[in-house]
């Protein structure tokens, strides 16, 4: 293999990562064809600019001829205050799928998963799921009240809560709608749209049962709590007493080393590790402790999933062992055969994961990928795995493994279980076709 890495295949990334917005806009209107014919186009068009021509092995200018940033004076320090992506990146950006309408507040931009390394999403590429549009919250004006079954009821302000003993923890968050549209056989063309509302972030804050103690919560009745937005969509979520007594469940005000993004809930919100990211409650504002369920409207009308027999799960919040490949993914091209890096991200809402198989066959044959370090419990995992694209049609697939020995699922396993008509929690294998011209589509594998 080692040969191979001397000359590796060309991909060219999903439209999004290099069309206007203007273009991506024409595409989404004319549908999921003219999408992929737009790529092509545009794909043929990027491949004779320098940026993605292969280095000659001799007389490349790019190498020979000195550039104007070699030969001129840079940019002073601090022309960005605050740090931005080189405008060359400008297409890798949260977005909205061409599939999904705003209803009022309520909306939707997601993550590009296809463009990212490693495990950490950036804070400004972290997903945004709000049920009535987001707010930048005045800290100074923000309260916590913790109320209900404790000796002492409270309202906190920031300055309270970041005073206490903190501690910063990575973890993913997913929403249990994403990869929702699949359940119903609707392929949607990218990464982005199919599995983007999951992101992975270091949170910082101080575990809520320390909290609890200083109220003296009664742990005996008290075997749930309920958290609640300051936002206009009354969010409120029920979360069982164990999974704070765990000491996982954090108030967290910072987010990969700064405070939180509006969009995440700034200046304050819930994380409730491997659990959907309903229950991460945002500007949060109070928590309740009772002795039962509340069964709110996020618990007893959203968020539950339809079974075939017509009944409902309730309170199905633990995110199930899942993973995706990024690259090579839906819209990308492989532009040429020989050495790819396949690479994707796995995650389980129990544990660790501790293995993920790859198939280039659509499942009939699975090679175990390499996981990179870090692993850790509830956070996303980044595999990899060396392929040779022989320039034939291929079916990509991964299936991971957790440490509470849960395996990914086919969509034929998996809907005759849970059906067709769920929206939420669908873990199922993502298979990416490649056909011989080496476009990348989005295909369901039963
Ligand atoms: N107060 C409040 N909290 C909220 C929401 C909301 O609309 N209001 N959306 C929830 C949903 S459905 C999800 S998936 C996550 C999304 O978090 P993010 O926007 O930081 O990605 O926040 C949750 N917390
Ligand atoms: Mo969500």
């Known amino acids: 293999m080692a040969n191979d890495y001397a000359r590796p295949g060309r991909v060219r990334p999903a439209p999004e990562n290099f069309l206007s917005d203007e273009d991506i806009a024409a595409i989404n209107k004319g549908g999921r064809r003219d999408f992929l014919r737009s790529a092509f186009i545009a794909a043929s068009a990027a491949l004779a600019a320098p940026a993605v021509a292969r280095a000659q092995s001799a007389g490349d200018p790019a190498i020979?001829?000195?550039?104007?940033?070699?030969?001129?004076?840079?940019?002073?320090?601090?022309?960005?205050?605050?740090?931005?992506?080189?405008?060359?990146?400008?297409?890798?950006?949260?977005?909205?799928?061409?599939?999904?309408?705003?209803?009022?507040?309520?909306?939707?931009?997601?993550?590009?998963?296809?463009?990212?390394?490693?495990?950490?999403?950036?804070?400004?590429?972290?997903?945004?799921?709000?049920?009535?549009?987001?707010?930048?919250?005045?800290?100074?004006?923000?309260?916590?009240?913790?109320?209900?079954?404790?000796?002492?009821?409270?309202?906190?302000?920031?300055?309270?809560?970041?005073?206490l003993p903190a501690v910063s923890r990575i973890h993913f968050i997913e929403c249990g709608a994403n990869t929702g549209m699949e359940w119903g056989n609707v392929a949607v063309p990218t990464v982005q749209y199919s599995h983007g509302m999951l992101s992975c972030s270091e949170f910082t804050g101080v575990p809520l049962k320390l909290i609890l103690d200083m109220c003296g919560a009664d742990y005996k009745k008290g075997r749930f709590i309920l958290a609640e937005g300051a936002d206009g969509s009354s969010m409120t979520r029920t979360i069982p007493m164990e999974m704070v007594e765990s000491g996982e469940v954090l108030v967290a005000y910072g987010m990969n080393g700064e405070m939180l993004r509006p969009e995440n809930g700034y200046p304050l919100r819930l994380v409730v590790p491997g659990v959907q990211g309903v229950s991460w409650v945002k500007w949060l504002r109070r928590i309740e402790v009772g002795d039962q369920p509340w069964a709110s409207k996020d618990?007893?009308?959203?968020?539950?999933?339809?079974?075939?027999?017509?009944?409902?799960?309730?309170?199905?919040?633990?995110?199930?062992?899942?993973?995706?490949?990024?690259?090579?993914?839906?819209?990308?091209?492989?532009?040429?055969?020989?050495?790819?890096?396949?690479?994707?991200?796995?995650?389980?809402?129990?544990?660790?994961?501790?293995?993920?198989?790859?198939?280039?066959?659509?499942?009939?044959?699975?090679r175990e990928a390499r996981l990179e370090t870090p692993v850790l419990s509830k956070a996303v995992t980044r595999f990899n795995l060396d392929w040779v694209w022989d320039g034939k049609a291929a079916i990509l697939q991964s299936r991971a493994t957790d440490d509470s020995g849960h395996i990914q699922a086919s969509y034929g396993q998996l809907r005759a279980v849970r059906g067709t008509k769920s929206i939420y929690h669908n873990n199922a294998i993502q298979s990416w076709k490649v056909t011989e011209s080496g476009e990348v589509s989005n295909v369901q594998v039963l």
Not at 73 to 84: D, F, H, R, S
């Open 64 to 163: 020979l001829e000195l550039p104007p940033w070699s030969t001129s004076l840079g940019l002073p320090v601090a022309a960005n205050p605050y740090g931005m992506p080189s405008k060359f990146e400008r297409g890798l950006v949260r977005r909205e799928s061409p599939g999904l309408t705003r209803v009022g507040g309520s909306s939707v931009a997601f993550t590009p998963l296809q463009g990212l390394f490693g495990i950490i999403t950036p804070s400004g590429l972290h997903f945004e799921r709000h049920h009535q549009g987001w707010h930048d919250i005045d800290p100074a004006r923000h309260r916590l009240m913790i109320n209900g079954l404790v000796k002492s009821e409270a309202v906190y302000t920031m300055d309270d809560l970041m005073r």
């Open 299 to 366: 618990e007893a009308v959203h968020y539950i999933d339809l079974m075939p027999d017509g009944q409902h799960r309730q309170y199905t919040s633990t995110q199930e062992v899942k993973s995706v490949i990024t690259s090579p993914s839906g819209g990308q091209i492989l532009l040429d055969r020989g050495f790819h890096n396949i690479s994707g991200m796995a995650w389980s809402g129990r544990g660790k994961i501790t293995r993920v198989d790859v198939s280039t066959d659509g499942g009939i044959n699975w």
